[in-house]
């Protein structure tokens, strides 16, 4: 678990952890609820259709 602050951190870890056919799982979380919408958003734009179910 981490904070969601920054988005390009989550996304990192995301491609870190994710296996060959794009599953991972990043948990994060944050005091800020801008932060989380904001990862959210931002991981939404910058992960394929097919695995946004994940974000």
């Not at 969601?4 to 599953?23: E, F, I, S």
């Not at 979380?29 to 394929?48: G, P, R, Y």
């Amino acid at each position: 678990m981490r904070p969601c602050g920054n988005d390009n951190d989550t996304l990192a870890l995301l491609k870190m952890v994710a296996d060959k056919t794009g599953r991972g799982c990043v948990y994060g979380m944050d005091i800020q609820e801008s932060a989380i919408e904001n990862t959210s958003s931002f991981l939404k734009m910058a992960v394929d259709d097919e695995h946004h179910v994940w974000v």
